[in-house]
């Protein structure tokens, strides 16, 4: 074999090396991607029309969060916004558009304190996406019915998915699971007393069973004194003489008359 044959062979065993290194490399970025982004990911690839565009932009907002001074909030702050939301949702049982609105105004406020730039929704949406990729679109959601609400296009329920969607977000930015701060009833919006879900339902739950046993006790004891009081008028009907069977009818649907 010749110099130039092994030449040519080194050459194109390294070229070949340097493609697999390649697109090993673009698909851990765009694993990571995928994996910080979550929904985010496919929303930028339809919006783009290309992955590679898409991509792009996305490393581009991870490159702007890292200049950003982002921080946790202190454990005071933390519980005064629990404390603030709480109030919020209590309050979207008599007055929901108003509710909304200061849900909103709430998590802005929030997002200052972590240190996020507010001044502009679609770069708030953009910064935010990079490390709640998760929720952000559901601040997309509940941002639009906000803005239908105050043109008086809204109906509660949707005033009420509105404030799910800011909840969702809110304890995702406090670092909290949405059990820290409430949960809206599945029903009609109001809070629960409790701020743990699951033992809300629990007890809801242990409710209906003491309601179903309940019932079920009332239900055998009335049908047991039905039975006595039946069988207490056969049994008056046989020993009774003839010629007292008018009264002994009487008397027994006197006795089944009072069990109903």
């Given at each position: 074999?010749?110099?130039?044959?092994?030449?040519?062979?080194?050459?194109?065993?390294?070229?070949?090396?340097?493609?697999?290194?390649?697109?090993?490399?673009?698909?851990?970025?765009?694993?990571?991607?995928?994996?910080?982004?979550?929904?985010?990911?496919?929303?930028?690839?339809?919006?783009?029309?290309?992955?590679?565009?898409?991509?792009?932009?996305?490393?581009?907002?991870?490159?702007?969060?890292?200049?950003?001074?982002?921080?946790p909030l202190d454990p005071a702050?933390?519980?005064?916004?629990?404390?603030?939301?709480?109030?919020?949702?209590?309050?979207?049982?008599?007055?929901?558009?108003?509710?909304?609105?200061?849900?909103?105004?709430?998590?802005?406020?929030?997002?200052?304190?972590?240190?996020?730039?507010?001044?502009?929704?679609?770069?708030?949406?953009?910064?935010?996406?990079?490390?709640?990729?998760?929720?952000?679109?559901?601040?997309?959601?509940?941002?639009?019915?906000?803005?239908?609400?105050?043109?008086?296009?809204?109906?509660?329920?949707?005033?009420?998915?509105?404030?799910?969607?800011?909840?969702?977000?809110?304890?995702?930015?406090?670092?909290?699971?949405?059990?820290?701060?409430?949960?809206?009833?599945?029903?009609?919006?109001?809070?629960?007393?409790?701020?743990?879900?699951?033992?809300?339902?629990?007890?809801?739950?242990?409710?209906?069973?003491?309601e179903d046993v309940d019932d079920?006790?009332?239900?055998?004891?009335?049908?047991?004194?039905?039975?006595?009081?039946?069988?207490?008028?056969?049994?008056?009907?046989?020993?009774?003489?003839?010629?007292?069977?008018?009264?002994?009818?009487?008397?027994?649907?006197?006795?089944?008359?009072?069990?109903?």
């Amino acid at each position: 074999m010749s110099t130039a044959t092994v030449a040519v062979i080194v050459i194109v065993a390294v070229l070949v090396i340097a493609a697999l290194g390649f697109l090993g490399s673009r698909q851990q970025q765009r694993r990571h991607l995928r994996e910080r982004f979550g929904p985010e990911y496919d929303r930028a690839v339809e919006r783009h029309g290309s992955v590679r565009e898409a991509e792009q932009e996305l490393r581009a907002r991870e490159q702007r969060h890292r200049e950003l001074q982002i921080h946790p909030l202190d454990p005071a702050v933390r519980d005064r916004y629990r404390a603030d939301w709480q109030r919020v949702q209590e309050r979207f049982v008599d007055s929901p558009r108003s509710a909304v609105a200061e849900a909103d105004d709430l998590l802005i406020r929030a997002m200052e304190d972590r240190g996020y730039p507010t001044e502009d929704y679609e770069q708030q949406v953009a910064d935010l996406s990079v490390e709640h990729g998760g929720t952000i679109g559901r601040y997309r959601t509940a941002h639009d019915i906000r803005g239908r609400a105050d043109a008086g296009q809204t109906t509660t329920e949707d005033l009420r998915q509105a404030m799910v969607h800011y909840r969702a977000l809110f304890a995702d930015l406090l670092g909290d699971g949405e059990g820290h701060v409430g949960r809206a009833s599945a029903e009609d919006g109001r809070v629960p007393a409790s701020g743990d879900g699951r033992q809300d339902r629990k007890n809801l739950e242990d409710h209906e069973h003491r309601e179903d046993v309940d019932d079920r006790e009332d239900l055998e004891d009335r049908k047991g004194r039905e039975d006595a009081a039946r069988t207490a008028a056969k049994d008056r009907r046989i020993s009774t003489p003839a010629g007292g069977h008018a009264a002994s009818r009487r008397d027994s649907e006197d006795a089944e008359g009072r069990t109903r």
